[in-house]
């Protein structure tokens, strides 16, 4: 918790593009998310391919870490993961776009939504959104999507926006496939 701000104190705040879809919102990150990231992420399930230790996050320091990486990422490049809400509710989904950590494969979008929203095809439609925006955004002429060989549920995603298998690559001591979306066959309509 924050102690109380003095009168006339200025906190520098980042404000970054919002993307909006039929149904959802891709932002910057608020202090709000974080705790409703790290809850996405005690579920096994999903820490099993999105956290580094592929270890369900069980303290809110450790999630706050995994908040701050992400926020940090916007501070440090400009860009990052969004926080993704739905525009009608305003509920947490999850978080998806570029990422681009040092050592990492590739310029990569990346998707990771709470385990109670999947099958809505948020994913493939928040994905779509910051795939659009990193094209617009970036001299790049793809974007490559990490998926240990295990996650059906993201190879369903990738095959949905017209990424095919290019490589495979180590991150974390593991084994993933690099999923390719290349800019001169994008539509963001596939």
């Known amino acids: 918790m924050m102690p109380p701000v003095k009168p006339g104190a200025v906190f520098g705040k980042f404000h970054g593009p919002v993307i909006e879809t039929e149904r959802l919102s891709l932002r910057p990150w608020r202090a709000s998310d974080v705790a409703l990231n790290t809850r996405m992420l005690s579920d096994p399930c999903t820490a099993r391919f999105i956290t580094p230790d592929r270890k369900a996050v069980t303290e809110e320091l450790v999630g706050w870490r995994n908040a701050a990486i992400i926020s940090g990422h916007w501070a440090l490049h400009g860009f990052g993961m969004f926080a993704v809400e739905e525009r ?3 509920q947490y989904v999850g978080r ?15 998707w ?5 929203l999947r099958g809505r095809g948020y994913a493939v439609e928040a994905a779509r959104a910051a795939i659009d925006w990193v094209f617009s955004t970036f001299e790049i ?7 240990h060989p295990e996650n059906r549920a993201s190879q369903a995603v990738a095959r949905r926006l017209g990424a095919a298998i290019e490589r ?3 991150m974390s001591g593991e084994t993933v496939d690099i999923w390719v979306t290349r800019c001169d ?3 963001g309509k596939n």
């Open 88 to 90: 009608s509710s305003g």
């Open 96 to 110: 998806v776009g570029p990422w681009f950590p040092p050592t990492w494969p590739g310029f990569e979008v990346g």
């Open 112 to 116: 990771g939504i709470a385990k109670e």
């Open 141 to 147: 002429d793809h974007v490559i999507h990490c998926i």
């Open 168 to 170: 495979q690559a180590q």
């Open 185 to 187: 066959a994008w539509s």
